[in-house]
Each structure stands twice: as C-alpha cells, then as structure tokens.
C-alpha cells in the first residue's frame, strides 16, 4: 500500500470517527414506566449518556398539566452549575439548564431528580422536547464546544389509578 493510499485512508477513517462521534449523546429517565395513585408522588432521574465531553445542556420537558404536577426539580450530579430552573405547571413545561467550567461530563449520569404528583386518573407522558432536523436552542440540546451531540431522547409513561 503506498503512502498516499494508507494516508487517505487514515484522513478518511478519523473524519468517519468524529462523524459518528458527535452524535453520541442521549436523554432518558430512569424508568420508563411508572404507576401510582391520584394524589401520590413520583421520583424519576433524568438520565444523560454522552460518548463525548459535555459542556452545557438546556432539557426542555412537557407533560399534560392536567394530569400532572411537577411538584420539585432537583440538580443532579452531573454539572456544578445549574443556572436555570423553570416549572411552569400551568402550561406543563419545565426547564432545566446547566453547565460546567472545567470538568466536562463524559459517561452516563443523574441530570435532575424530578417529583411528579398524579393529579387525576389515567396515563400520561413526560417528554424531551426534541427534534434533531431542527437546529435551534428553543429544545432539548446538550452541547460540546459549540455543537449539539443529541441524538435520542426517551418518554416517561406515567399510570395513575
């Protein structure tokens, strides 16, 4: 193989690697499931996996404000700063942004600790907002110097009886 092929196919290779790289990055909970009664309260982590470093993440959540309430949103253990925090149980939205000056999250981790009260019977979701043919920071994004590395996000179903 000549110097010129094995180059290329290096050059080629790396740019596969960083393509492939910078999607790496996932929003869930802990459970996909949960079950309680009307009047009773739910504890469900928000789970973030990245391949990459991390930097910021704004998670915007919805949720049917009739049938639930998101009574506390707790900073995980991921970032050191969570500037932002807003629950508008209202209009059945919450978001939470956070961020990191130094140490850069890699891995899988507890973004937030949410509490959700069963306002009345029947099922529901939680979800991410989320849609990865738009490129715009009025969703769910998790950042790397710049680029947003997001590429699944998870629902919550929540049964209350």
């Given at each position: 193989m000549s110097?010129?092929?094995?180059?290329?196919?290096?050059l080629i290779a790396t740019f596969l690697g960083a393509c492939t790289?910078?999607?790496?990055?996932?929003?869930?909970?802990?459970?996909?499931?949960?079950?309680?009664?009307?009047?009773?309260?739910?504890?469900?982590?928000?789970?973030?996996?990245?391949e990459v470093a991390i930097d910021a993440v704004d998670a915007l959540l919805i949720y049917d404000e009739e049938?639930?309430?998101?009574?506390?949103?707790s900073k995980g253990e991921i970032f050191e700063i969570y500037p932002f925090k807003v629950v508008d149980n209202k209009e059945g939205e919450a978001k939470i942004s956070a961020a990191s000056r130094d140490n850069f999250f890699t891995g899988t981790g507890t973004y937030a600790t949410l509490t959700f009260k069963a306002?009345?019977?029947?099922?529901?979701?939680?979800?991410?907002?989320?849609?990865?043919?738009?490129?715009?920071?009025?969703?769910?994004?998790?950042?790397?110097?710049?680029?947003?590395?997001?590429?699944?996000?998870?629902?919550?179903?929540?049964?209350?009886?």
């Open positions: 110097k010129k092929t094995l180059f290329s196919a290096l790289t910078q999607s790496g990055a996932s929003f869930g909970f802990s459970q996909e499931e949960v079950s309680l009664n009307v009047g009773e309260e739910v504890t469900v982590d928000m789970v973030l996996n990245s049938m639930l309430s998101l009574e506390r949103a306002l009345q019977a029947g099922e529901s979701t939680v979800s991410y907002v989320y849609d990865k043919k738009v490129e715009s920071h009025s969703d769910t994004d998790v950042m790397s110097q710049g680029q947003d590395l997001l590429g699944k996000v998870q629902t919550l179903t929540v049964n209350a009886n």
